[in-house]
């Protein structure tokens, strides 16, 4: 198994739409988790933490479920905007500072 | 400065010289990481430095591949006798505590490097 595993897609989704990705990691001890997004030819942003509560960002929610060890995206009222690729990464180890590994990404295109 | 700093932005090198990848990260960051991105793959961990701690270099994929970072701040990447392989684009990032977004990391635009 993978460490960080991602549906690749592509996500193809009018405007409006809620859209959901999913995230698998393989290490039980990961304590930290990201979503990341990336825009063809420039460098990934963080978009949010993932917490054990779930989190929410306007129309971005993430959550995490530790026992079947994944993450997820959800994106509501879907914009043009939104269009991009969504990494999602993971920590190695216990500690929060140590390399996160990243899955290869989900592209989602959004179109009007 | 304001975000992570990277130079250059394109290299192009040929195949068997040596070349070297410099990152700046924000100021006050203490940890840097180093990664890769090959057309269409991935982020490809390469290593990790954090303060004065020995850096996980478990990511390099050779030892033709290795990374120093000097008082704590500035970090170069060196990659010996380049391959057609290492053609890829070379990203760096610091983390830094940053309240709600915990320990996420900030990269720099990268440096895109072709081998040929």
Redesign the interface.
Same mark, same amino acid.
């Given at each position: 198994r993978k460490e960080v595993e991602q549906d690749p897609g592509p996500f193809n989704v009018p405007e409006g739409a809620t859209v959901a990705f999913n995230c698998t990691y393989s290490n039980s001890a990961s304590q =930290?988790f /990201?979503w990341y997004r990336q825009d063809c030819r420039?460098?990934?942003? !963080?978009l949010? =933490?993932v917490y054990s509560s779930g989190?929410e960002d306007g129309r971005f929610t993430a959550q995490l479920n530790r026992a079947s060890q994944y993450i997820s995206l959800l994106i509501r009222d879907s914009k043009l905007s939104d269009s991009a690729t969504y !990494?999602c990464a993971v920590n190695r180890g216990r500690q %929060? +500072?140590? %390399? !996160?590994? /990243?899955?290869? +990404?989900t592209t989602l295109s959004v179109s009007s | 400065g304001a975000g992570v700093s990277q130079s250059p932005s394109n290299k192009v090198t040929e195949k068997g010289k040596d070349v070297e990848l410099r990152c700046d990260p924000i100021s006050g960051h203490t940890a840097l990481y180093w990664y890769r991105q090959s057309l269409g793959q991935g982020l490809e961990f390469l290593i990790y430095f954090q303060g004065n701690s020995a850096p996980d270099k478990s990511g390099l994929p050779s030892d033709r591949f290795s990374a120093e970072r000097t008082g704590g701040s500035v970090s170069t990447l060196t990659i010996q006798r380049t391959q057609q392989e290492d053609s890829a684009v070379y990203l760096c990032a610091s983390t830094g505590y940053s309240g709600r977004l915990g320990y996420g990391y900030t990269f720099g635009s990268g440096t895109r490097l072709t081998v040929v």
């Open positions: =930290s /990201f420039k460098e990934p942003k !963080l949010m =933490s989190n !990494l %929060a +500072g140590t %390399a !996160l590994i /990243f899955g290869k +990404g | -």
